[in-house]
């Protein structure tokens, strides 16, 4: 079974630094990878996916991430972090199972400060 | 895309109640899935609701404690049986509409506190 590990609960950055999200996968075949963020009292959103080709994947807000097989990483970076970007970000990893399901993992807490 | 609506939004229920949460798409889907997320914790798949056939749960959830039905492409209801304070979580309504590379759209989920 695949499975995400998120490096952090919580990570806190000044506004205008760089974030950098961690994320690990498990998987004995080629996965599907997606970053979600969660704001307060919110349903998830996609911020990026990847699925193939373009290992450096660009998304909503000025989000990306690289697919790296040999660290089996997906991190989440964004070159300045802005106020409106405090919120709860999940790596997930999809997987095909007849039908198919999709796995989150733990959860990093993204606090910017003024 | 799809939009999705949740009912209740939030409710409080006494220990060994029954609560049924309703999930309403705009658009006909096939997979449905319903997630658990406790407090500060991350979202854990309960199961997965597919019209025309039986649930199938993840290891640590069976059909007596949270029933699912999926009577249309549309709707969805899961039930949380004889409710004890570790129930009190967010319980989150999904779908997907592009299989295991697609996009999962959410509700906003029914955050469920058991006194």
């Known amino acids: 079974a695949q499975s995400v590990t998120q490096l952090g609960s919580h990570v806190s950055v000044s506004e205008g630094a760089l974030v950098l999200l961690r994320c690990n996968y498990s998987?004995?075949?080629?996965?599907?990878l997606f970053w979600y963020v969660q704001y307060p009292n919110q349903g998830l959103q996609l911020l990026l996916k990847y699925t193939t080709g373009a290992t450096l994947v660009k998304g909503i807000n000025g989000f990306e991430a690289e697919f790296k097989k040999s660290e089996t990483s997906f991190h989440l970076t964004k070159p300045s972090a802005h106020m409106s970007d405090a919120a709860e970000y999940f790596c997930?990893?999809?997987?095909?199972?007849?039908?198919?399901?999709?796995?989150f993992g733990a959860g990093t807490r993204l606090f910017v400060k003024a | 895309s799809a939009v999705i609506s949740q009912k209740p939004s939030r409710d409080i229920c006494q220990r060994g109640t029954s609560l049924t949460i309703q999930c309403q798409v705009d658009?006909?889907?096939?997979?449905m899935f319903w997630y658990r997320q406790q407090p500060g914790q991350s979202l854990t798949l309960i199961a997965t609701?597919?019209?025309?056939?039986?649930?199938?749960?993840e290891s640590g959830f069976v059909i007596d404690k949270f029933p699912i039905s999926r009577p249309n492409l549309t709707f969805s209801t899961l039930t949380v049986s004889n409710m004890s304070p570790e129930d009190s979580s967010i319980y989150l309504c999904s779908v997907g509409t592009g299989g295991p590379t697609g996009e999962l759209f959410f509700g906003e989920g029914s955050r469920l506190t058991v006194l």
């Open positions: 609701a597919n019209q025309g056939s039986e649930a199938t749960y």
């Open positions: 997930a990893v999809s997987e095909s199972t007849g039908g198919f399901k999709t796995i």
């Open positions: 998987s004995s075949v080629p996965p599907y």
């Open positions: 658009s006909q889907v096939t997979m």
